[in-house]
C-alpha cells in the first residue's frame, strides 16, 4: 500500500458503487422490460433514471481502472488494464472484470446506435448487460480485497438475489396470464435490493 493510499481506497469505492450503480441498473432494466408500473412514476421518468444510472455506471468504472492503475501497491501497466489475463495480480478475476468492463462500452456504443440498428438488434445485444453484471459479479468477488467482509457479502448476496428474482419474475410474466398480481413480486425485488 502507498503512504497515502487514497488511491486504493478510491479505486475500491469506485468499483463497489459502480457494482451496486450496475445491479440497479439490471433491476431497472428488467422491471421496464416487463412493463412495470410505478405509482406515481410515470414509464418515461423510469426510463431516464435507468439512463443516467447507467451512465454513472460508466464514470465510477472508469474512475475504478483509473484509480487502480495510479495505485502503487499493485501496479498495473496499460496493457494490464485493458488485456485480459494481462495482469499477474489475480489474473483470471482481473480479467472478467476487464472483460466486463470492455463488454460494457461495446454495448454503451450500441446504445448510441439504436437507431442505426434497429430496435430488435439492439434490445438483443443490451441482453449481454446481465454478462456485463456477471462478470463484474465474479470479479468483485474474486479480486476485491474487502470480499471477506460481512457487509460485503452482503451486499453480493442481496444483489445476486435480486437480479434471479427480477429475472425471475420477468421471465414468468411473459409466461402467466394478464393481470397476474406480479406487480407486487417486481416491488418486493426492488425493495429487496434497497435494503
Given amino acids: 500500500m502507498t503512504a497515502l493510499p487514497v488511491d486504493w481506497y478510491a479505486a475500491r469505492a469506485a468499483g463497489v458503487l459502480a457494482y451496486v450503480l450496475l445491479t440497479g441498473g439490471v433491476l431497472l ?54 488485456v485480459p489475463g494481462a495482469s499477474s495480480y489475480r489474473p483470471v478475476w482481473v480479467a472478467l472484470g476487464i472483460v466486463a ?20 438488434r439492439w434490445r438483443r445485444i443490451h441482453y ?13 468477488i474474486g479480486s476485491g480485497t474487502d470480499s471477506n467482509t460481512p457487509w460485503l457479502r452482503l451486499l453480493y448476496v442481496v444483489s445476486v438475489a435480486s437480479v434471479l428474482g427480477a429475472v425471475t419474475w420477468r421471465v414468468g410474466r411473459s409466461r402467466l396470464p394478464a393481470g397476474s398480481l406480479l406487480a407486487p413480486s417486481a416491488a418486493a425485488v426492488l425493495f429487496g435490493f434497497v435494503l
Fill in 29 to 82: 432494466g428488467t422491471l421496464l422490460a416487463g412493463r412495470v408500473r410505478l405509482p406515481k412514476w410515470p414509464t418515461f421518468a423510469v426510463t431516464d433514471v435507468h439512463r443516467f444510472v447507467s451512465l454513472l455506471v460508466g464514470v465510477f468504472v472508469s474512475v475504478h481502472v483509473l484509480t487502480v492503475g495510479l495505485d502503487t501497491y499493485v501496479h498495473f501497466s496499460l496493457a494490464q488494464l485493458v
Fill in 101 to 120: 468492463a470492455e463488454l460494457l462500452v461495446a454495448i454503451a456504443v450500441t446504445n448510441l446506435l439504436r437507431r442505426r440498428i434497429g430496435f430488435k
Fill in 128 to 140: 449481454l448487460t446481465f454478462l456485463v453484471w456477471a462478470g463484474a459479479t465474479v470479479h468483485g
